[in-house]
């Protein structure tokens, strides 16, 4: 069931087509595989980057098919590696964000597409690294205790809230899209 519109879906290809990189986290390519891919052009895709700290992504997920630059990011005691991949080793445990962040603007990255998940995306609202983020709210309602959220993780508290601005918003078919821009760390 797709809860984006096809209006939506457009923003997204466009999006990925004027980014350098496009990140996920494992949990997203053991839930959904994706390509993650500009699906009528390969050659505008941007680099696909998986942050995989334990090396947990299967050899015949799609990002691993070979069509696209692929850089498979695991924690420093990883050993696996991929096929049709590079890999990069950075942090104990965890992968450092910062260090990753280095090391893709020295391969040239200057814009990343960070799509998620949720574990993926709190970890970098935690450490300050985000500029700009955007959200389509479709019209279907998908809910329960374990549905997906935009961002899991910890959560914030009344103590740590993060300060966003909304400086777009604008109707996509049946939902709207929503673009904020942070404007200070943590209170």
Not at 32 to 43: F, N, R
Not at 70 to 76: D, K
Not at 89 to 110: C, N, P, Q, S, T
Not at 155 to 183: A, P, S, W
């Amino acid at each position: 069931m797709a809860i984006s519109s096809p209006e939506d879906l457009a923003r997204v290809k466009q999006l990925r087509r004027i980014s350098d990189a496009i990140m996920v986290g494992v949990g997203t390519v053991l839930s959904d595989d994706p390509h993650l891919t500009v699906k009528d052009s390969i050659e505008q895709s941007p680099i696909r980057v998986v942050l995989d700290s334990s090396g947990r992504t299967p050899d015949h997920a799609k990002v691993l098919d070979g069509r696209v630059r692929t850089i498979m990011v695991t924690n420093e005691e990883c050993e696996k590696s991929w096929e049709n991949a590079e890999t990069i080793r950075v942090g104990k445990g965890r992968v450092d964000l910062d260090a990753l962040l280095d090391l893709l603007g020295e391969m040239g990255v200057e814009t990343l597409l960070v799509e998620g998940g949720g574990e993926l995306l709190w970890s970098f609202f935690k450490g300050g690294l985000v500029d700009r983020y955007s959200v389509f709210v479709g019209s279907k309602i998908l809910g329960g205790r374990t549905a997906p959220t935009p961002v899991d993780g910890e959560g914030f508290d009344d103590k740590d809230l993060l300060n966003m601005e909304l400086v777009q918003c604008r109707r996509l078919g049946d939902g709207i899209h929503l673009v904020y821009e942070v404007t200070d760390d943590f209170e």
